[in-house]
């Protein structure tokens, strides 16, 4: 390094360029000679001085203002071939590094090591307004400190870092006609709403006419009436005819103009509010559901048919949403629901939607719905207490009546219970005797914790059960185990549920009863709004727990 230093000091030129020739270089690449872009030009010939002659490398940079800029006038790696990758952590360094072994150099600007240098300091930290910043000066410095404004040192890349991505599946967006990855959805992100123009076209021209003239034509859409804190509600239909004894109650309701068929109907390609909104409902409607009726408003509802487990396909929701001029909203997924209750909602922005995007959003619905109502099946619980002291007498046993009154809330049934000491024989033998009484869910507990004397999980991994989770953020209830022996679910409930009204198992029992699977995964997305408050008064599950 100080031999390099040494031969640095006297050499001003970037690359095979003259101080001043770089500067005409980066302002024709850059628009303007910056002094981010000069200093990086410098940043690049310190870097790659360190890396023997003839490596092949690629390029890693932490910010996005600047040095990419001076990376790519100067070695091969760029945007365009893949070898140079912006991760931009804010921090003005480069990494150039061999593309088969991950070693290289990184070169960083160091504020402490740069108070050698004033003027670029105060450039750097903005410490000084820019119009007051010395220009002549700040270049002199730069020129003057070369290689060594910046400090390096030697890193390994990450392995996992090295690896490319690659772009996968090409498809052709059914919206655009336009190749797009495939990963992106069902359309393009640019026809989900992600394009940084508007088409032309993409607005109709409607006409309105004054209220007094109104009479004798037809409402083109709802209008609605609000009375404050009392109503709100459609008081003329689209499709409606005005008559001359409207037009007053128009003008009350605050329409001095309104949009009418003949006068106002788009020239175009466009779908109407309702029409649209009936049929993204009618899209979205999975089993256990059924659509509120015709558009009220250009909304319709979706109405569970059915009480039962009300799931969301939550990664198709957002796409849909992501498009302009649509939207949906729903209560929360994994929610046990009523018959008759709405659970979600859909509509048209605009009275008007282009076609275009109308058919943007069936796309992303095409797959199939995106709520569901699963039906609950009534359990045949057998319940398992496991505590040498509650099987001996010392204790009174207080969780049967509590896993009694969570079944029986869903409409299942206790068939059985068997009480066993801390034995793990006798907790495999207690499992024996719940299955020959016929149930189909088995609900152990206690034992689940890390005392050596808790040899539930034990007691039941010799009783068959597979496919187990145990463990879960969720508090209380982190004990819990969730598993199946055979085509019987087995719960197991910890301790806690002696002290909480309110726990894990609250959230595990319908989603066993409506056959979902229960993963790792999908309990990890469970933990945020996991965390009870264990309120005084318990409204679950009107309250945020598990949501």
């Known amino acids: 390094m100080s031999n390099l230093t040494e031969r640095w000091a006297n050499d001003s030129s970037i690359g095979p360029y003259t101080f001043e020739a770089f500067l005409d270089v980066a302002a024709a690449f850059h628009g303007n000679p910056a002094p981010g872009l000069i200093i990086g030009g410098f940043m690049v010939d310190a870097a790659r001085a360190f890396l023997p002659e003839g490596t092949l490398f690629d390029a890693v940079v932490e910010t996005k203002k600047c040095l990419p800029d ?7 790696p760029s945007y365009g071939n893949g070898w140079m990758r912006v991760l931009n952590l804010g921090r003005y360094a480069l990494t150039l590094y061999d593309k088969h072994t991950g070693a290289g150099y990184r070169a960083w600007l160091d504020p402490e090591h740069m108070r050698a240098w004033p003027e670029i300091h105060a450039w ?38 090295m690896a490319k991505p690659h772009m996968g599946a090409i498809g052709v967006c059914p919206v655009c006609g336009e190749g797009y990855p495939k990963a992106d959805g069902a359309i393009c992100r640019g026809c989900a709403g992600e394009a940084p123009y508007r088409r032309d076209g993409e607005s109709p021209r409607l006409r309105a006419m004054p209220v007094g003239e109104a009479a004798g034509r037809r409402a083109l859409h709802d209008m609605t009436r609000i009375v404050p804190g009392t109503s709100k509600g459609v008081e003329f239909s689209a499709g409606a005819d005005i008559t001359a004894g409207d037009v007053c109650r128009l003008q009350t309701m605050g329409k001095n103009q309104v949009y009418v068929e003949d006068l106002s109907e788009p020239v175009g390609d466009f779908v109407h509010e309702n029409e649209a909104a009936l049929a993204f409902a009618q899209a979205m409607c999975g089993p256990g559901l059924v659509t509120s009726g015709p558009p009220r ?15 969301v396909d939550k990664d198709r929701l957002t796409a849909f949403n992501l498009i302009e001029g649509v939207m949906c909203a729903s209560r929360q997924s994994h929610l046990v629901v009523e018959a008759g209750k709405p659970v979600a909602g859909c509509r048209a922005i605009p009275l008007y939607l282009p076609r275009r995007v109308f058919e943007a959003a069936m796309h992303v619905l095409a797959d199939g719905p995106l709520f569901v109502v699963r039906p609950m099946r009534r359990p045949r619980t057998g319940v398992l207490v496991t505590g040498t002291e509650i099987h001996s007498g010392l204790i009174e046993d207080k969780f049967e009546p509590v896993v009694r009154g969570k079944v029986e809330a869903l409409g299942g049934s206790v068939v059985a219970a068997v009480t066993v000491p801390d034995d793990r024989a006798a907790v495999a033998a207690g499992v024996a005797k719940l299955l020959a009484a016929g149930a189909d869910l088995i609900v152990t507990t206690a034992g689940l914790s890390v005392d050596p004397d808790d040899v539930t999980r034990l007691g039941l991994d010799d009783a068959g059960l597979a496919d187990a989770v145990h463990g879960m953020p969720i508090l209380p209830g982190a004990m819990a185990i969730v598993g199946h022996i055979g085509d019987v679910d087995v719960i197991g409930v910890p301790a806690c549920a002696l002290f909480h009204r309110t726990t894990s198992f609250d959230l595990l029992l319908p989603r066993v009863l409506a056959g979902v699977a229960i993963t790792r995964r999908e309990l990890a997305g469970l933990a945020e709004g996991a965390m009870c408050l264990s309120c005084r008064a318990c409204t679950y599950p009107k309250c945020p727990f598990g949501k």
Do not use: S
Request: charged content about 30%; some cysteine.
């Open 124 to 161: 750097y930290l903005k410490t000084k307004p820019k119009k007051e910043q010395d220009r002549a000066r700040l270049f002199a410095e730069i020129k003057a400190g070369g290689r060594t404004l910046c400090k390096v040192a030697p890193v390994v890349v990450r392995p996992d870092f």
């Open 70 to 76: 001076a990376v790519q006038i100067l070695t091969p």
């Open 297 to 311: 408003e250009g909304k319709v509802e979706l109405v569970a048919a059915v009480d039962g487990f009300f799931t």
